[in-house]
Every structure is written in C-alpha cells, then in structure tokens.
C-alpha cells in the first residue's frame, strides 16, 4: 500500500497510521514526506465499507509544492502500524 495517495485494498481491522517519502527519481532525495491515518467506517456496525482518510504532506521545498503531484515519484513507506 501507498500511503501517498491510496486507500487500502483491503481495510484493517482497525485504524491504520502509515508515513512514506516521496524521492527525487534523479538522486533519491527525499522531496515530501506524507502522514495518514485511515480509519475503517461500518454501517452495520460489523462490516468496513467507508474509510476516512487523514493526510498531511510536507513540503521540502516550494519548488515541490508548486508541482501538485504532476509527476509520479518513487516512495519509500517508513511506518505502517495498525493501532
């Protein structure tokens, strides 16, 4: 799973916390660090049909802001946690 820009395929049982860095494809800098936490949702009570997700970017700098994720970037996931 990405944390950049996906949900999860399959929702866990219970809230997921996930960081990623977004890096250069030149050299492999890091240009934006992403933190979301998503959190299953159920109708009945029992079954996840909804996520929310929460996510926070942070910008290196205003060059990569400027970009709105108009090119794709490689990532690296650094926490994945089912709290």
Known sequence: MC???TTPASPP???L???SLFLSPTD???ERHT???FLPLSADGT???MVMAIQVFLYI???TRNRH???ARPYQEIVHEVL
């Open 47 to 49: 079954t996840v049909d």
């Open 28 to 30: 492999g800098v890091v």
């Open 35 to 37: 933190k979301v936490l």
């Open 13 to 15: 049982a219970g809230p």
């Open 17 to 19: 916390y996930s960081e």
């Open 69 to 71: 994720f108009v090119e």
């Open 61 to 63: 700098d205003q060059a």
């Open 3 to 5: 944390c950049g820009c």
